[in-house]
Structure formats: structure tokens, C-alpha cells
């Protein structure tokens, strides 16, 4: 896989990046705004290794800005939610799915991965795009994912990182954002200690959604109660 040669970061740059952890305030806001828009196309790539069913229940952890919420809203009838831990993400989720949630299909709600809000066995499909990297313990929020999914329910992971070795751009982010990157072999190691089976791990070179210019790794993991 290619390293990037381009330089490290602005401060300015850092600045706004930090938000993608948490995000908060003024630049979390921007953002959010951005990552609904550049985050298109690998989420659409994640999505399209998904079959889903007009009566698939899914929930979406660490929305973000919510416009996985609302693709998934166009391909199922029913409910969609959206789970986030930043106040903001929320805020920004809701605004974007109000007439579903206001014609009741949709709901947003603030918590951690850690705790999921829900009783055993509710949903179909649970995905988490470019969220995994900040979970607190991995394995043990995978649980959480596998206890409210139906049996034969899927995870679905999607990342634009890879980890990859001699790369100071990389490097800089984990260290910025205290991110942990993992591998395939990884993926499929904690999935399976966290009970899924199943588990099916696919990477490749893409575009970095925040600068074109950059190539970056694709991965998407799906997984089997
Ligand atoms: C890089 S953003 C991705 C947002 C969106 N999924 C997307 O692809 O555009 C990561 C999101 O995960 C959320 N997040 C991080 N850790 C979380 C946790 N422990 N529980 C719930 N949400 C979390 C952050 O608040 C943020 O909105």
C-alpha cells in the first residue's frame, strides 16, 4: 500500500480534525457538515456490501451528521436510529432527519457505545463508519453491538484508515486524535472474541475523503451474530 509523501498538518488543520473524536462547538459543527459530504463515497462503498430489507430495524453508532441515517432511512421502511455521544453530532443528525423522525421512523439519541440504550435482539443491522477507531474497548463494545442485534444480525465497519508502518501523516492523526487503528487479522480476532462469527474483512487503496490528493486504505468488516 503507498505511503503519502505530503507534509504534516497546520495547526489549522488540527484544529478542525480534533472534532472528528467529539465533536464540539463552532468547528465541530463544520465538520460535521463536512464529513456528511466527504465521507460519501466510502460509505456508500461500505453500504453496497449490505442487503437490506424494507423491514431491516438499523441502528447507526456514532452518526456523526447523520447522513448514513438518512440513506438508510431511503432504503428501509422501517425504523432507523442513530446513536452518537456528542451532543452536537445529535444535534446536527436530528436536523438533517427531522421529517422522519417527526413522521416516527426515525430516531436520534445521545449515548456511548458502551451502554446501548436498547433491549437484546432489536436489530438487523448495526454499522458504525469511521467511529471504531475511538471506542473505548473494542472488544467489549462489540459485545454491546452483538447483544442488540437479532441472531443472524450483521455489523458492518467501515474505515477510511488502515494501519500502515513509515507513515508520519498517520501518525500525526492517531497522535492528534488518540485513535487506535486496526488491522484485518485484528478485526477478525476481537469480533470473534466478542462472539460474532462469520466475520469477513476486505481493504483497499481510496481516495482520503478530507484531501483528494492523498491515498488512503478502505475497510469494511461485516459481521454475524
Ligand atoms: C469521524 S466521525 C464519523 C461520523 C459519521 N459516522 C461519518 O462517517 O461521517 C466519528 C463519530 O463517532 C462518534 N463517537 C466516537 N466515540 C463514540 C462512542 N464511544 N459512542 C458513540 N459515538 C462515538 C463521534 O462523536 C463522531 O460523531
Not at 468547528?27 to 463515497?41: C, D, I
Not at 458492518?156 to 488502515?162: G, H, S, Y
Not at 476481537?190 to 488512503?216: H, M, N, Q, W
Request: charged letters at 30%; glycine letters at 6%.
Amino acid at each position: 500500500m503507498s505511503v503519502n509523501k505530503k507534509g504534516l498538518r497546520s495547526q489549522k488543520e488540527k484544529d478542525l480534525l480534533i472534532n472528528a473524536r467529539k465533536p464540539i462547538g463552532e468547528l465541530g459543527m463544520q465538520l460535521l457538515e463536512r464529513m456528511n459530504t466527504n465521507h460519501k463515497s466510502v460509505s456508500l462503498w461500505g453500504i453496497s456490501h449490505l442487503k437490506i430489507e424494507k423491514n431491516d430495524v438499523i441502528l447507526d453508532i456514532g452518526c456523526g451528521g447523520g447522513a448514513n441515517v438518512e440513506r438508510f432511512n431511503k432504503m428501509t421502511d422501517n425504523k432507523v436510529f442513530g446513536l452518537d455521544y456528542s451532543e452536537l453530532a445529535v444535534e446536527k443528525s436530528t436536523k438533517l432527519n427531522q421529517a422522519a423522525i417527526d413522521e416516527g421512523r426515525c430516531e436520534i439519541i445521545q449515548e456511548s457505545v458502551s451502554e446501548l440504550p436498547f433491549e437484546d435482539n432489536v436489530f438487523d443491522i448495526v454499522t458504525g463508519f469511521e467511529t471504531v477507531y475511538f471506542w473505548p474497548d473494542f472488544v467489549n463494545d462489540a459485545k454491546e453491538v452483538r447483544r442488540v442485534l437479532k441472531d443472524d444480525g450483521i455489523m458492518l465497519i467501515c474505515n477510511e484508515a488502515v494501519p500502515k508502518e513509515n507513515d508520519e501523516r498517520q501518525k500525526e492523526l492517531i497522535d492528534l486524535l488518540q485513535m487506535e487503528l486496526y488491522s484485518e487479522d485484528q478485526f477478525e480476532q476481537y469480533l470473534r472474541e466478542a462472539g460474532f462469527s462469520d466475520v469477513i474483512c476486505f481493504s483497499k487503496e481510496g481516495p482520503d475523503s478530507l484531501d483528494k490528493e492523498l491515498v488512503t486504505g478502505w475497510l469494511y468488516v461485516i459481521a454475524r451474530k
